[in-house]
């Protein structure tokens, strides 16, 4: 039903997405899909890399750990913004129409008061993707 | 190895850019934690401590405010009166050093590698430097500071009783000739807004810009002492420097947001008769903290960026304006006339000892010099935040060059056609006026005055706007120890607490004076700080590649 999952993953932080990304290594198995980790990043040195070429390079041998993990075909698209803070979620709903995914597998926290004055990334995305969203709460 | 040694730990090119090999990473001295509902990524000494020594000194202020004005203006007439000569040697040097870097071969490295890529077109890049460069200035010196200059030079020198000069005109001033002070009188206004500034500006945000981009150092003001500091730099003496940094900002923004309020309350008072008092003095404040909090969570591209093309163009337009109702021709000629003027005084404008113009030297001069230096880690930072991927050279010319030769237009214009005004029509309005309304009744005398003076009012508060939003965005750069993804809502809290201590202050009496004193003194630390930015950034230029 699935051909091509786009990933949103935080490389700063992936160890707290562990159950999301455990969901997307076996819906693509599942559905024999291929997945796409995206990555939003600025061009400045952050905690991840030093360089955004140097990201780009984290990302990609993220994407071929993930492979090797789920047994899955994956690749990895980096987007650099010039401020990612702000820009995350539109970079994302551009980068799934860019790849082509017709799913968006990604992790959010569960939602409480603040989300009505702050909506979350995954809330943002599933209202605005064009492409069916799952959202894997995990924090 | 050897060349680690000899470059001060700064590795030989390799590659299309080699970052310095340090132990720290960027966010590893961080907090990441929930307060109530928002999240935070912040460097904690660096935070905390700047939050605090903002809020106490707001407090010092206010419970003592006659004991902080004087200790504050002890401070400033110390900093500007006693440390004139260093001021001047030091933007000299800085003028000196960028010059240099254009015509030396390093002028070829690229920040971000060889390989990178600007990530702002022309046109963009150079609205938003210059928004954050000077554009409020510019709206309200343009007409003032050339008419003051001029009237002084014509008024001449007057000796007091102890042999020392009373008047207030630069150099030997240009008594009774007219054209003589005209000439002298651009020429030193030009000086204070031409390459001296736009020079201090240019080598911290090139200092920044190399070690981030190219040394894979933390955007944050303390990365440019690596070469000298090593791994201290990760400790207390950054830890100082980055909190300098933060104060000098936030007090240097909240101080310009109190005064710019008064300033349009007066403008809109000539204008459309709204009352003068603080309650209109404090809802220009909101109002103002408000649209930049809007454009605080439209981002770098959606905010600022739109809001300096929108201003740049207005401000074209204006200057279009004027220039075409005005003297057009003679206005020209006089932007030529000008600029010569300012290259044949130059030497000895800059000159820093054995003057005899002293009150020009120490109250205009060595004041400015001081100003620009409190604002270059602010405005440093933010030109270093969208250079990215521009050569050496092509940041010189775009940062000192081109903005000095727009300065020297602007001020040839405005200035020009008020000064035309006086001496030829006998209109002294503009002269006579306070100068919050020199623009204003300067604009009166020509045509369509209604609509220009709108826009002049519009310009004002779009650069407000502006400055809180870029200010915020590297405030809360500098104390997420150099990350630019943590959260907005940080973010958000800079930008209203900047307007909260600008309300608190403008509340008070003189309050905003003596904090503003105190801001200005600290260009005297800085102009240390940028000093050492140069031998920095010459360590880092020697050892990338060239393209």
């Not at chain 2, 002492?225 to 923004?253: C, K, N, Q, S």
């Amino acid at each position: 039903m699935f051909r091509h999952i786009m990933a949103p993953v935080d490389l700063a932080h992936a160890g707290r997405i562990e159950a999301a990304l455990k969901t997307t290594g076996e819906l693509a198995r599942h559905y024999g899909a291929r997945v796409t980790y995206v990555a939003v990043h600025g061009s400045e040195p952050g905690s991840v890399a030093h360089t955004p070429e140097e990201f780009a390079s984290k990302l990609g041998a993220f994407a071929a750990a993930e492979a090797e993990r789920h047994g899955i075909e994956t690749a990895a698209h980096d987007v650099v913004s010039h401020d990612p803070a702000v820009d995350l979620d539109d970079k994302l709903l551009a980068a799934a129409d860019e790849i082509g995914a017709d799913l968006i597998a990604m992790a959010s926290h569960v939602p409480g008061l603040a989300d009505h004055l702050w909506p979350s990334n995954g809330g943002k995305i599933a209202r605005h993707a064009k492409v069916s969203t799952f959202i894997i709460r995990g924090l | 190895m050897s060349d680690d040694t000899e470059n001060h730990g700064i590795p030989a090119p390799e590659g299309a850019s080699d970052v310095i090999e340090t132990e720290y990473s960027v966010g590893q001295d961080n907090i990441e934690t929930q307060i109530g509902p928002f999240g935070l990524d912040i460097h904690n000494p660096v935070f905390m401590i700047s939050g605090l020594a903002i809020v106490v000194f707001v407090f010092y202020t206010l419970a003592l405010p006659e004991q902080a004005g004087s200790v504050f203006s002890w401070l400033f007439d110390t900093v500007t009166k006693s440390f004139d000569w260093f001021f001047l040697s030091a933007a000299n040097i800085f003028v000196l050093f960028c010059l240099l870097l254009i015509v030396t071969p390093v002028g070829s490295v690229r920040l971000g590698g060889a390989e990178a890529r600007p990530d702002y077109g022309y046109i963009g890049w150079f609205a938003m430097l210059f928004a954050a460069g000077m554009g409020i200035g510019l709206m309200f010196y343009g007409v003032s500071e050339p008419l003051t200059h001029f009237g002084t030079s014509l008024g001449g020198v007057t000796v007091g009783e102890n042999g020392v000069r009373t008047d207030w005109a630069p150099l030997g001033g240009a008594e009774g000739d007219v054209i003589a002070a005209e000439r002298l009188g651009f020429a030193a206004t030009i000086f204070h807004w031409g390459l001296h500034p736009w020079a201090i500006y240019a080598v911290v945000a090139l200092a920044l810009a190399l070690f981030s981009y190219n040394k894979g150092l933390p955007l944050t003001i303390r990365s440019a002492f690596y070469p000298i500091l090593g791994e201290r730099v990760w400790g207390w003496w950054g830890h100082v420097i980055d909190v300098l940094a933060v104060f000098a900002t936030l007090f240097g923004l909240a101080t310009s947001l109190g005064f710019g309020a008064t300033q349009a309350n007066a403008g809109l008072n000539e204008l459309f008769g709204v009352p003068i008092g603080s309650t209109t003095q404090v809802l220009l404040i909101s109002g103002i903290t408000a649209i930049a909090l809007v454009s605080v969570l439209r981002g770098l591209d959606g905010g600022v960026k739109v809001l300096s093309e929108i201003n740049m163009g207005l401000a074209f337009l204006l200057l279009l304006f004027v220039l075409l109702v005005g003297p057009t021709l003679a206005t020209l000629t006089g932007f030529v006339d000008y600029l010569g003027a300012y290259l044949q005084h130059l030497p000895a404008l800059s000159n820093p000892v054995g003057r005899e113009d002293l009150n020009f030297e120490q109250g205009w001069t060595s004041f400015y010099w001081a100003w620009w230096i409190s604002w270059s880690p602010f405005v440093g930072m933010f030109i270093a935040r969208v250079s990215r991927g521009r050569t050496v050279r092509e940041f010189i010319v775009c940062v000192l060059l081109i903005p000095s030769l727009v300065c020297i237009l602007w001020m040839s214009v405005f200035g020009g056609v008020a000064v035309d005004q006086v001496v030829s029509d006998g209109y002294t309005a503009a002269q006579d006026a306070p100068l919050e309304l020199k623009l204003f009744k300067m604009l009166a005398e020509l045509p369509l005055a209604g609509i220009t003076s709108i826009i002049g009012i519009v310009l004002v508060i779009v650069f407000f706007v502006t400055s809180s939003d870029s200010g915020s965005l590297v405030i809360d750069t500098i104390t997420a120890g150099g990350k630019v993804d943590a959260p907005v809502p940080q973010r958000v809290f800079w930008c209203i607490f900047e307007g909260a201590v600008a309300i608190v202050l403008l509340l008070s009496a003189g309050g905003l004076a003596s904090l503003q004193s105190m801001v200005i003194s600290t260009g005297l630390p800085f102009t240390i700080v940028l000093l050492v930015m140069c031998v920095a950034i010459w360590r880092g230029l020697m050892a990338e590649r060239r393209s």
